[in-house]
Structure formats: C-alpha cells, structure tokens
C-alpha cells in the first residue's frame, strides 16, 4: 500500500503512469550535470595526470552515485552517465585539423573505461530496502 496515494502496489504499475514533469526535469538536469562532469573530467585528467585523473572519476563516481540515490533507482544513474559518456564521445573525437582534447596514452583510456566501470557499478548496487518489502539481506 502506498503511504501517500492509498493505492495498492503492484509490479511494474509505474509503467503504466503518465510521467511526472517534475520528474522528467530532474532527468533532462541529471543529463546536463553528465554533459557538465564528462567535459570538466577530460580536461582535469590531462591537465593533472596523476591526480587529476582520480579527480576526474571521483567525480564521475559522485555524480553516478548520487544520481542514483537522489532517485531511487537505476535509472538515474543510466541518465547520468549517458551524458556523461555523449560528452566524452564528442570530446574523443578530433577536429579536421588533427586537434583533439584526449591525447595518446594511459590516462585517457583509464579515464573512458574508469568511468564506464563505475557507471556500471553504481548502476548495479543494491539498494537497502526493496520497495514495499523486508530489507534485502536476511538476518539469521
């Protein structure tokens, strides 16, 4: 039963829910803070090697995480990430004249897949409590 509506839960009923607009503003900004994080991130790891890159997926990791637990599900980290991955898509590639912002080397692909693991793992942690349900580890 939720508490707020009074109507009984089932499986999958928010499938069939029209979309809050609310909810669908919190996606469009979680997708600029992915565009925002992914261009600041590529630029951090190259300036400061060593410790701009743990700068750079720290905060990809943050942004991943706390997307994630802002809503409650996965799929707020997948919007995230999404923009984050576009804008390090568009930044990998490099213009006409041969100008690029990921140089050849070890940081920029530790960056790329670094960040593409911690969206995958932030995208896949349990989460405490199952909606309506005991907590997901059995005590005994």
């Known amino acids: 039963m939720n508490e707020r509506t009074k109507e009984p839960r089932e499986p999958g ?37 060593p410790g701009g890159l743990l700068l750079a997926l720290l905060g990809a990791a943050g942004l991943f995480h706390g997307s994630g637990r802002l809503l409650g599900n996965q799929l707020g980290v997948l919007v995230s990430a999404a923009g984050w991955l576009v804008a390090i898509m568009l930044l990998t590639t490099g213009r006409p004249e041969g100008d690029g912002v990921f140089s050849a080397g070890i940081g920029p692909l530790v960056f790329i897949l670094g960040g593409m693991a ?21 005590d005994g």
Request: proline fraction near 7%; charge should be positive; include cysteine.
């Open 13 to 49: 009923a928010w499938l069939t829910r029209p979309a809050k607009p609310a909810r669908i503003a919190v996606y469009a900004v979680l997708v600029l803070l992915g565009l925002v994080v992914g261009a600041a991130g590529s630029l951090i790891q190259a300036a400061w090697f």
């Open 118 to 138: 911690i969206a995958v793992i932030c995208a896949t942690m349990a989460r405490g409590v199952q909606p309506g349900g005991p907590a997901i580890r059995l």
